[in-house]
């Protein structure tokens, strides 16, 4: 399920942060026109009526899933748990996106996109993970447009909003195999049910999926070995203000002071 690649490939960007270079969006403008996931307490529970998923086929309620994140118009994304990444971020599918996020054992750094630019301000201890020489030149500033060697800043509000639309489904557009019914839980006084995804694709620990069974059938979490995704604030308005431009550097600027 492509949940869990959601954890593989957050865990990755950060990991291989090597090095900035330019980019004129960070990613991409981010528009969807697909829309995010999904869900939690309060919020679900003023949807629509719904219920009645434990007695569908995990295939039916991965459907259900991705027809219910095809309609949302913006998310917010909580990562969790003892994984290499902890924070939130909050995307809509008109591109705009704002948060922060801690990296194990790198620092932390807040992120902003809007207008299809994407900017990043680190602390000191993860801009010393950057391109060497540039450093001390970013703490504090926004830069605009920065990649890494492992990808754009904007994948983290790209990956909030792409991953339930594909939940249950392989790269090639058909149901995925191994995943099976887990019973029932409630997630902030919201009535869920609990898929569980074991399969040959998927190795190691098994990934854990809770769809909310009241309100609209929205993804709540995904849990895998630790590490945790939280869907929730889901078509509540992603309010983003771009940085002030004297506070705004250019990565590629940084490059040519660092060689100088």
Request: a negative charge.
């Amino acid at each position: 399920m492509r949940a869990n690649r959601l954890l593989a490939v957050t865990v990755l960007s950060v990991l291989g942060v090597t090095g900035l270079t330019a980019c004129d969006s960070g990613g991409g403008d981010g528009k969807e026109g697909d829309a995010a996931p999904a869900a939690a307490g309060t919020a679900a529970a003023a949807s629509v009526a719904g219920g009645g998923l434990e007695a569908l086929s995990p295939e039916q309620v991965m459907a259900e899933v991705r027809a219910a994140s095809g309609k949302l118009t913006s998310v917010k994304v909580t990562y969790g748990g003892t994984g290499s990444v902890t924070g939130a971020v909050s995307s809509d599918t008109s591109g705009n996106c704002t948060g922060s996020l801690h990296l194990k054992d790198k620092g932390g750094f807040e992120i902003v996109r809007t207008g299809g630019t994407t900017w990043f301000k680190p602390d000191a201890e993860f801009a010393g993970t950057l391109t060497p020489g540039t450093g001390s030149a970013v703490v504090g500033k926004w830069v605009v447009g920065a990649r890494t060697s492992a990808g754009s800043f904007g994948d983290f509000c790209d990956l909030a909003l792409s991953t339930p639309k594909q939940s249950g489904l392989n790269d090639d557009g058909t149901p995925e195999s191994g995943i099976t019914m887990g019973g029932t839980r409630q997630v902030d006084g919201v009535e869920a049910v609990v898929l569980e995804v074991r399969s040959a694709k998927h190795t190691g620990l098994p990934l854990e999926a809770v769809v909310a069974d009241q309100g609209e059938p929205y993804l709540l979490s995904v849990s895998s070995g630790g590490s945790s995704l939280r869907y929730g604030d889901f078509n509540v308005p992603v309010q983003v203000t771009a940085p002030p431009a004297d506070q705004v550097v250019d990565p590629a600027s940084l490059g040519a002071a660092a060689e100088s």
